[in-house]
């Protein structure tokens, strides 16, 4: 059984398969609680599933990009699981589950693009081919520097219409997605380490001056 989660974006995403299909998933959109969303998520799904955690043989999670303290959750709670269960964790670059998403609606046909909010006025941004296979980045940018008339799947797209007026859906990654590409294995994966692209806001306070 695979437990996937996501918690890069407002999107606190959740689902278990089974190996051929997900069984359960749960999605709460709420970008201040993930703390307090993911456990619960986690033990939802299990509980429609008629699953037990300890019937778990490997995690998915998303790695980002995002910003640091949703991020933070759903990493910690995968290494975590990983460790206390000794099976397996298995990260994901997020923008390749939005990409993914995507082309299994069939919201896109070609190449397209990726957004997701990096706060600051800035988006998460990375290309992608027709099969939703990334090209380039992930890379931190401003709207402006990216603008396009193409396909943009995500919440970037949404938020900043004048430099990507054909936004497409989905806006937010799926963890039934995750699931599914970790189980097929048609996603690169990567450890379960963040991918901030900069610096997170909060800082370690500098030395006292010495007084003399």
């Known amino acids: 059984m695979l437990l996937a989660f996501?918690?890069?974006?407002?999107?606190?995403?959740?689902?278990?398969?089974?190996?051929?299909?997900?069984?359960?998933?749960?999605t709460t959109v709420d970008a201040m609680r993930h703390g307090e969303l993911l456990a619960p998520g986690i033990a939802g799904v299990l509980e429609d599933a008629g699953v037990d955690r300890r019937e778990l043989t490997a995690v998915a999670v998303g790695v980002g990009p995002g910003p640091f303290t949703g991020l933070r959750v759903g990493l910690v709670t995968a290494r975590t699981l990983a460790s206390v269960l000794q099976i397996p964790v298995h990260g994901v670059c997020t923008l390749d589950i939005l990409a993914a998403g995507a082309v299994a609606?069939?919201?896109?046909?070609?190449?397209?693009?990726?957004?997701?909010?990096?706060?600051?006025k800035e988006v998460y941004w990375a290309s992608y081919?027709?099969?939703?296979?990334?090209?380039?980045?992930?890379?931190?940018?401003?709207?402006?520097?990216?603008?396009?008339?193409?396909?943009?799947?995500?919440?970037?797209?949404l938020m900043y219409p004048d430099a990507f007026p054909d936004g497409r859906l989905p806006e937010h990654p799926s963890a039934t997605v995750l699931a599914r590409v970790v189980a097929s294995g048609r996603v690169e994966?990567?450890?379960?380490?963040?991918?901030?692209?900069r610096r997170p806001d909060a800082a370690e306070p500098h030395k006292p001056k010495r007084v003399s």
Request: charged content about 25%.
């Open 105 to 120: 609606a069939g919201t896109v046909r070609g190449a397209f693009h990726v957004a997701t909010d990096a706060r600051r």
């Open 129 to 157: 081919d027709a099969d939703g296979a990334r090209l380039s980045g992930p890379e931190v940018l401003r709207p402006a520097t990216v603008a396009t008339d193409g396909p943009v799947v995500g919440r970037g797209a």
């Open 6 to 26: 996501d918690t890069a974006t407002p999107a606190v995403t959740v689902a278990l398969s089974d190996g051929t299909r997900v069984v359960a998933e749960r």
């Open 189 to 197: 994966r990567y450890g379960p380490e963040p991918m901030y692209l």
